[in-house]
Nanobody, 114 residues
Framework: VQLVESGGGLVQPGGSLRLSCAAS????????MRWYRQAAGKERELVAT????????NYADSVKGRFTISRDNAKNMVFLQMNGLKPEDTAVYYC????????WGQGTQVTVSS
């Protein structure tokens, strides 16, 4: 299993970023996918989940209405569109799949600062 995140960077408050995660090594369309984040000195937290078909999504209260998770099962990719970014969104963002064992990507840094 391999998960490779991209799309992070430095953005001003109120800005937008789109994170991508390329997945391989498993039957992507069979599993829910998740985005987590971990801010410096804090525990990793679940940000968003999308069902295997893409028809169901769930979000942490802190990002609801600002972030959108989506997936492309033909391309084995999952995305996180982040709008209205706030300084408190600064973290390393990780893509995750749980197949009995939890697999993680290397993470992509998102920094929201003026």
């Amino acid at each position: 299993v391999q998960l490779v995140e991209s799309g992070g960077g430095l953005v001003q408050p109120g800005g937008s970023l789109r994170l991508s995660c390329a997945a391989s090594g498993f039957t992507f369309s069979s599993y829910p996918m998740r985005w987590y984040r971990q801010a410096a000195g804090k525990e990793r937290e679940l940000v968003a989940t999308i069902g295997s078909t893409g028809s169901s999504m769930n979000y942490a209260d802190s990002v609801k209405g600002r972030f959108t998770i989506s997936r492309d099962n033909a391309k084995n990719m999952v995305f996180l569109q982040m709008n209205g970014l706030k300084p408190e969104d600064t973290a390393v963002y990780y893509c995750n799949v749980n197949r009995g064992v939890s697999y993680w990507g290397q993470g992509t840094q998102v920094t929201v600062s003026s």
